[in-house]
C-alpha cells in the first residue's frame, strides 16, 4: 500500500515473452497487486507469467479471449481494479520502455488528493530529441498538439505516452467500454476524463528505447489514424461537456468558425475560375472570402481561449 492506498499496476501485454518477467521484477514492493493482461498473444507471454505467480503472490494473469488492442487489453485491467476495490491504478507497458523507478512519482499526486490522473511526460526531458526516434518525435509533437484541442488540457503534452495513473473517482466513472481500444488509447483516455472535468498532471520522465522492444506501430499511418479519431472526439467532448452537461458558449463560437470556414472553399473556388478564366476578380467575391476567412479564424482562435479557461482549474 501507499499512504493506506491500495496500488495496482496494469500491464496489457502482447508478445512480451521475452521483456515481461524483467517489467514485472521492477516493480516496487509498495504495489499490492501486478495485473498482467495477456491480449491472447501468439508467444508464451502468459505461461512466463503464470511460472512466475508460484513465487510472486502480487502477480495476477488476465487473459483475452481474442486481441482486443492495447486499449483493450488496459479495459480488462482497470475492470479488475474497479471490482477490486483500487483506489490507484497505474497502466505499464510490459515492453520495458517504461522506468518502474517513476510509478513512485505517478502515484503520489494522486494519493496526496491533488489529481486525479497523472501521466509520464517524455518531451520535457533534455534528452528527448536524442533519445526517441526522430520519426517518433515528430509525430508525438504533432499529436500532442491536436491532442490540446480535442482534450481541453492545454497544460498537458507527450500525449502518446501510455505511463499512466489513476485514481478511484476517476476510474469506476469513465466507462471504459466506451474507450478507443487500439493506438490513440492515451489520447482517448483524456478526452474523456475531461468530459467528467478530472485533474490532470504531467509527470516528467526520461524516454528508454532499445531495451530489446519489438514494436508493430506504423508512425507514418498512426498519425492519420489517431488524427480522424481527435477530430471526431473533439465533437463528441463538445456535446457531452458543453450541450448535454452543461451549457458554454463557445460552442456557438466553434460552429460559426466552422460554418465559415466551409463557406470560405467555395468562394475561394469561385474567385479562383473567375481569375483564370475571364482574368478578373470579382471585389465582392473576394471581400466576402476574406471575410469568411478572417471572421472563421478569429471565432475558432475565441472559442480555443474560452475552453482554455473553461479548463485551467484542471491542471
Known amino acids: 500500500m501507499y499512504q493506506n492506498k491500495l496500488v495496482a499496476i496494469v500491464i496489457p501485454s502482447y508478445n512480451e515473452a521475452k521483456n515481461i518477467a524483467s517489467v514485472i521484477s521492477g516493480i516496487p514492493t509498495f504495489v499490492d497487486h501486478i495485473v498482467v493482461v495477456d491480449d491472447a498473444s501468439k508467444d508464451n ?7 512466475l505467480s508460484n513465487d510472486n503472490k502480487r502477480l495476477v494473469l488476465l487473459q483475452n479471449s481474442k486481441n482486443l488492442g492495447c ?17 490507484i491504478a497505474v497502466r505499464m507497458d510490459g515492453d520495458g520502455q517504461m522506468d518502474a523507478n ?3 512519482r505517478l502515484v503520489v499526486p494522486i494519493a496526496m488528493g491533488e489529481v486525479d490522473y497523472t501521466k509520464a511526460n517524455r518531451l520535457f526531458s533534455g534528452e528527448a530529441y536524442e533519445k526517441i526516434p526522430k520519426v517518433r518525435f515528430y509525430g508525438n509533437a504533432i499529436l500532442s498538439l491536436l491532442t490540446k484541442i480535442a482534450s481541453g488540457y492545454w497544460h498537458i503534452a507527450d500525449s502518446q505516452s501510455g505511463f499512466s495513473a489513476i ?22 483516455v483524456l478526452i474523456l476524463l475531461n468530459i467528467f472535468n478530472f485533474r490532470v498532471r504531467d509527470v516528467i520522465t526520461q524516454p528508454i528505447y532499445n531495451v530489446g522492444e ?12 489517431i488524427s480522424w479519431l481527435l477530430i471526431k472526439r473533439f465533437f463528441y467532448r463538445l456535446r457531452e461537456k458543453y450541450i448535454i452537461r452543461d451549457f458554454h458558449p463557445l460552442v456557438f463560437f466553434y460552429f460559426f468558425g466552422f460554418l465559415l470556414q466551409l463557406l470560405s472553399i467555395p468562394l475561394f473556388i469561385r474567385y479562383i475560375y473567375y481569375w483564370i478564366e475571364y482574368d478578373h476578380i470579382p471585389k465582392v467575391n473576394f471581400l466576402a472570402w476574406m471575410f469568411a ?13 474560452f475552453d482554455m479557461d473553461s479548463n485551467k482549474h484542471l491542471r
Not at 476567412?293 to 481561449?305: D, E, K, S
Request: glycine share 8%; charged share 25%; net charge positive.
Open 71 to 87: 486499449g483493450g487489453a488496459l479495459a480488462t485491467g482497470y475492470k479488475w481494479a474497479i471490482e477490486n476495490n483500487i483506489d
Open 102 to 104: 517513476d510509478i513512485e
Open 167 to 188: 485514481g478511484k473517482q476517476a476510474l469506476q466513472t469513465v466507462n471504459w467500454d466506451k474507450m478507443y481500444k487500439r493506438y490513440g488509447n492515451p489520447n482517448d
Open 45 to 51: 507471454t502468459a505461461e512466463v507469467v503464470r511460472n
Open 293 to 305: 476567412v478572417i471572421m472563421g479564424v478569429q471565432f475558432i482562435l475565441f472559442a480555443m481561449w
Open 214 to 225: 519489438k514494436s508493430t506501430m506504423r508512425v507514418r499511418k498512426v498519425v492519420f489514424t
